[in-house]
C-alpha cells in the first residue's frame, strides 16, 4: 500500500504536506516519501529557490497535477524550507480524493 499522505482539511480546502527539491532537472510530482515520520508529497522544480520562484512553480505544478487553477494552490508554511505546507482551496473531501487517486497514479507507474 505505501505511506499515506496526511492531507488535513480547513475551511476553505485542504493543506498537503510537501517536501520541494529545487533546482531539478524537471518538474514533477514524483510521489509520497517518509520525511520526519510523517508522510509527504515529494515534489521537483526546475526553479531556483530565489525570490519565491521555487515556490510559484511548486504552485503550478500542483494545480496542473490536480487540474485546478492556479489560483486555487498556494504555499501556506515553509516558504524558505524545503517542507512546505501547500493550501489547496476547494471542497476538502473532493480535493482529497483527487490527491489519492493522482498519488495511486503514481505509484501504478
Do not use: C, Y
Not at 492531507?7 to 514533477?28: I, Q, W, Y
Amino acid at each position: 500500500m505505501g505511506l499515506r499522505l496526511n492531507v488535513r482539511h480547513t475551511a476553505t480546502g485542504v493543506l498537503v504536506p510537501v517536501r520541494l527539491t529545487p533546482k531539478s532537472g524537471r518538474d514533477e510530482v514524483v510521489g509520497v516519501e517518509d520525511f520526519g515520520s510523517e508522510a509527504v508529497l515529494k515534489a521537483r522544480v526546475r526553479a531556483v529557490p530565489e525570490n519565491g520562484r521555487a515556490n510559484q512553480s511548486l504552485e503550478k505544478l500542483i494545480a496542473k497535477w490536480l487540474g485546478l487553477p492556479p489560483s486555487a494552490v498556494k504555499v501556506a508554511q515553509g516558504g524558505k524550507s524545503r517542507l512546505k505546507q501547500v493550501a489547496i482551496d476547494g471542497a476538502p473531501d473532493a480535493l482529497t480524493e483527487a490527491i489519492e487517486s493522482s498519488v495511486a497514479a503514481l505509484r501504478a507507474g
